[in-house]
């Protein structure tokens, strides 16, 4: 079974570098084909894709958050890492990762994580 | 990258049949064949309901399928009912990113 949960602060401050921590279990991103994505969501907002990466460390990028964001894997600890630097209000979001594989359901994201709610004052 | 263009209210009467549009560009769903579709109940994570326009992953209705004709992909579900009253987002694959679309609230009357 595949579970994903993110964690990280709840508040941050405009300026600052927001870090979040996606832990799984149930596949390895060493595994061919596997991937894990963020997507963020403001309140009663639309969904929106922010980063992805790949079972062999290739990373993509939202083209208008790029400079902002980092993505990392950690294939020991079965943990994705987000950061993003220079946070602002609008920022404020629920963050989700998801799992994705090309060979099972290609390009798509099956199996989300509870999400964590950031905030954005000072 | 713009997101996708859906409607943002879409309602139907149980039993009935109702479509979300989902129109892109010829750089995301007109070039590929990898829309998905997400259910998403109120504070609740997205569900992946559709992927590559038109499959089902095990375990979801058959009610639900998709298609896609040049830019514009589209959801339909058949047989409404009261729990499909939810938001409908679709996402596409844009070549070395993701768009997501704006959102649909469906209501069951």
């Known amino acids: 079974q595949i579970t994903l949960k993110e964690s990280g602060p709840t508040l941050v401050k405009p300026t600052q570098t927001l870090t979040l921590t996606c832990t799984f279990s149930?596949?390895?991103?060493?595994?061919?084909?596997?991937?894990v994505g963020w997507i963020r969501q403001p309140p009663g907002k639309a969904l929106e894709w922010l980063a992805l990466i790949y079972w062999n460390d290739d990373k993509r990028y939202s083209p208008s958050l790029k400079s902002r964001l980092t993505i990392t894997k950690d294939t020991s600890k079965n943990q994705v890492v987000l950061t993003m630097t220079n946070m602002d209000p609008v920022d404020t979001a629920t963050y989700y990762c998801a799992h994705s594989s090309y060979y099972d359901r290609p390009n798509a994201f099956d199996i989300w994580g509870q999400g964590t709610m950031v905030t954005v004052s000072s | 990258q713009s997101a996708l263009t859906q409607p943002a209210s879409v309602s139907g009467s149980p039993g009935q049949s109702i479509t979300i549009s989902c129109t892109g560009t010829s750089s995301d769903v007109g070039s590929y064949n990898l829309v998905s579709w997400y259910q998403q109940h109120p504070g609740k994570a997205p569900k992946l309901m559709i992927y590559?326009?038109?499959k089902r992953p095990s375990g979801v209705s058959n009610r639900f399928s998709g298609s896609k004709s040049g830019n514009t992909a589209s959801l339909t579900i058949s047989g409404l009912q009261a729990e499909d009253e939810a938001d409908y987002y679709c996402c596409s694959y844009a070549g070395s990113n993701y768009v997501f679309g704006t959102g649909t609230k469906v209501t069951v009357l």
């Open positions: 149930g596949f390895s991103l060493s595994t061919s084909g596997v991937g």
């Open positions: 590559e326009v038109s």
